[in-house]
């Protein structure tokens, strides 16, 4: 099984930083990666899909890049209503497997 | 508009089965995968499979497998989730998911657009 290794865990930033989330494959998956934004009792939301495309009517500020075993994901200037827990997402094979989370607070 | 609506929360004992529904509206439920994926308390997601709702057929993950049901309704619109023989470390949301269509250099992207708002099953003696 692909195994997903995200990082940082968790990540305080201030209103107008830019963030960089990191995920790494545990072998090549070339861009078969997604992006998901899950706020506190919510249902996670697509925001990346094939490791770079922007789902629609998700926020330009958004972006990912990245292929075989190593992925960015960037905010390019943080709001107050990003504050959630982000996953990284392969499908490469199955089972498909998520990372475990990057949680990102406001500093 | 474009949603699944999921069954409520349950309370189960060990040993025992549950079974969670998923309602679609807004879209043609055959034209679309649907797929299964749980949160444990203050954890990350964990995908358990999918169901082709327009052939019923099913692919389960291994970890699942022999305690997992996936079936549908077609005349309903409805997706349903059985799990067998619960434990307490099956306490979790479930979510069901609907994976979009989009397709990236002639591959399918398997991507979940839609979700439901999740079920939470509690497993507790």
């Known amino acids: 099984d692909i195994q997903m290794t995200q990082s940082p865990s968790s990540l305080s930033a201030s209103v107008g930083d830019r963030v960089t989330i990191t995920c790494q494959a545990s072998q090549d998956i070339s861009n078969y990666l997604n992006w998901y934004q899950q706020k506190p009792g919510k249902a996670p939301k697509l925001l990346i899909y094939?490791?770079?495309n922007l789902e629609t009517g998700v926020p330009s500020r958004f972006s990912g890049s990245g292929s075989g075993t190593d992925f960015t994901f960037t905010i390019s200037s943080l709001q107050p209503e990003d504050i959630a827990t982000y996953y990284c997402?392969?499908?490469?094979?199955?089972?498909?497997?998520f990372g475990q989370g990057t949680r990102l607070e406001i500093k | 508009q474009v949603q699944l609506v999921q069954s409520g929360a349950e309370v189960k004992k060990p040993g025992a089965s549950v079974k969670v529904s998923c309602k679609a509206s807004?879209?043609?439920?055959?034209?679309?995968?649907m797929h299964w994926v749980r949160q444990a308390p203050g954890q990350g997601l964990e995908w358990m499979g999918w169901i082709n709702p327009n052939s019923g057929g099913t692919n389960y993950a291994q970890k699942f497998q022999g305690r997992v049901t996936m079936t549908r309704d077609t005349s309903i619109s409805t997706a349903y989730m059985e799990l067998s023989r619960l434990r307490s470390d099956d306490t979790a949301v479930y979510y069901c998911a609907r994976r979009g269509i989009t397709m990236v250099r002639g591959v399918p992207v398997i991507a979940f657009d839609i979700w439901g708002q999740g079920t939470m099953v509690t497993v507790s003696s």
């Open positions: 997402q392969q499908y490469d094979n199955l089972p498909i497997a």
């Open positions: 807004g879209y043609t439920f055959t034209g679309y995968y």
């Open positions: 094939d490791a770079s």
